[in-house]
């Protein structure tokens, strides 16, 4: 496995590939990688030729009072994951790489389905997403990208920015990745207590038992308004709790596929998680 | 030639040069061709394998009150003309199949330089132009890219989103074909009166005659001031008269290379054309 930290050493470590028409996959990280990248790069392994995953601390997708100076950076231990998995390249560029030193003066912005959910909290965060992401496409170009579908919204303005600029790739959403009392793999999960990792858990369990409710009967809003019950019972602060379809339009009864969307904070630690609820064939 | 009219046609006939790692060369146009267009598939033809020319007009680069729905639509004149010049394939869209049926969310803003001169007139215009590019850049793939200098903004602000969201292509900016008396080729020079069409070339004159005076020691205020005065005189309506950097930043004196650019009215007509003049070396 090589590491390359600049876009010209990534370019010459893929250009026989290119050559060659291998299939190439990447998979996008901001390191301090868990079980739950490192499934998206198994994924990735089974689907293509060579697997390209980059570590990047993005800068432009945190606020100005985010985590972007504490967030971890463990580059050796995540090489050390990425090798083991089998990756071919990781691609760790630093920010002047990525960003230079002329100012940057264009933005990407996709409208609607990035003002609210996560995007309400976070002005800019998904435009900083969305440069940065189609930055690293454009220098991997890969023919496969993976992302988690813990990041539910994230990967839905993913697909939107593709679809709209015609960017040559598939984006493949794998599966959230779970603890195994049910809590979401974050890197983010590191910064809880003993006692809040206790119980963490309980978002999941909630949003299985908001499945249960919605598969047996209970009206949409009622189901909601259990949920938000429940987790704040529990410790949470509740940032929201909302049920869309899995392009992000609102929904107001259960009528089709519906994603159950929570993000909560609990002490400083904000948790998101999220679960598809099929509807049934009739 | 081949002329293709839909996305996947187009990959069909380009995957082969492609698979052969042959250079691929872009001319993006909105059609209605004249020589300026041709010379830039003239340049591409000299430095590539393969030469696509796209004729599109843009829906949504233009304003609610300009010329979309008039823009002249010549298609079968232009197949005839690219073809004398060694154009392989015209990649010959409609809208639906550029914009699909579902909305559009993604938008691509270039700030800063895309707010004034032609933008301050044309709110959007830009970012327009800013989307549908960075498209066709997706679909075909190439490795250079032709813009003519005559839309100087345009050229700068592709580059600079080109630069910020790494795009894998090159620029190539092409200087601007003017006919005999001088007035720079444009779709839109059709639209002109036999009388306007022979006022149009005080234009370049007044550009000329600038160059002239910056190099004799005019202060840039003062021939600025010249340039609106003859241009008004001869029935212009001017719409701007601006000396920038090449990267379209504001400059007070001649003390660098500078563009000189031109929009002005002249019946319902609005014509640009824009004049670089280089710095005496010392």
Do not use: W
């Amino acid at each position: 496995m090589k590491t390359e930290t600049t876009i010209q050493g990534l370019s010459a470590s893929l250009n026989p590939a290119r050559a060659a028409r291998k299939i190439i996959g990447f998979v996008p990280t901001m390191g301090n990688l868990h079980e739950g990248h490192l499934n998206l790069v198994r994924e990735a392994r089974k689907l293509c030729d060579v697997v390209v995953v980059s570590i990047f601390v993005n800068p432009i997708q945190f606020g100005p009072n985010e985590d972007f100076d504490s967030y971890p950076r463990t580059l050796e231990q995540d090489q050390h994951l990425l090798a083991e998995v089998g990756c071919d390249i990781v691609f760790a560029p630093t920010v002047e790489q990525m960003y230079g030193n002329k100012p940057r003066l264009t933005n990407i912005a996709v409208s609607d389905i990035t003002n609210d959910l996560c995007g309400l909290q976070r002005p800019g965060h998904f435009d900083g997403v969305a440069v940065v992401v189609t930055k690293l496409f454009n220098i991997v170009q890969p023919n496969f990208a993976f992302f988690g579908q813990k990041d539910f919204q994230q990967l839905a303005v993913i697909r939107q920015f593709v679809r709209d600029l015609n960017i040559p790739l598939e984006v493949i959403g794998v599966p959230i990745t779970r603890a195994e009392d049910g809590l979401a793999l974050s890197s983010r999960n590191g910064y809880l207590s003993a006692e809040n990792r206790a119980i963490a858990p309980t978002i999941y369990k909630t949003l299985q038992t908001a499945e249960a409710e919605l598969l047996a009967g209970t009206a949409l809003a009622e189901v909601l308004a259990n949920m938000n019950t429940t987790l704040t019972a529990a410790g949470f602060v509740v940032d929201y709790i909302e049920a869309r379809t899995p392009e992000l339009q609102k929904i107001e009864q259960f009528d089709q596929d519906v994603v159950l969307f929570v993000a909560a904070k609990l002490g400083a630690t904000r948790l998101i998680d999220n679960l598809q609820v099929k509807y049934p064939a009739a």
